[in-house]
């Protein structure tokens, strides 16, 4: 890694990641992936559909600027699986539903965690870019 790296890399690949979330986690999740996804029985698909929308999206992004690095998409799906998988659990186990705190501090923790993966992403495209 070199000892200093593109603050205007990481600012504009952490602008393209946000958009990438915004988009994938928001306007282009259907109802059938959000609900589907935290019920205790049939969530495995609708979390599938919408874990493959952030790693294409991820995919394209490493394709366009850091070709070498794609298979951190991979990555990016096995993570994003994860921290959505846990949050269904946890609701679940703590009886959440949006009228309660938990819920809340649920969905914070899983967008932070997402978020901090995309930094980890986008430093990773800055140092490249740097290099």
Not at 15 to 44: R, Y
Request: aromatic share 14%; glycine share 4%; net charge neutral.
């Amino acid at each position: 890694m070199p000892n200093l790296i593109s603050t205007t890399w990481v600012i504009a690949a952490l602008v393209i990641f946000l958009a990438k979330h915004l988009a994938a986690d928001f306007l282009l999740q259907t109802s059938w992936m959000a609900n589907g996804k935290e019920q205790p029985t049939g969530w495995f698909f609708p979390l599938l559909a919408h874990v493959l929308v952030h790693t294409a999206a991820t995919a394209i992004i490493f394709a366009i600027l850091a070709p070498a690095y794609i298979w951190i998409a991979a990555v990016d799906f096995v993570l994003h699986f994860a921290i959505d998988r846990a949050k269904g659990l946890l609701n679940r186990f703590f009886d959440n539903d949006p009228t309660k705190t938990g819920f809340w501090w649920l969905l914070g923790i899983d967008q932070t965690l997402h978020h901090l993966t995309h930094l980890g992403f986008a430093i990773l495209i800055a140092v490249v870019k740097t290099a």
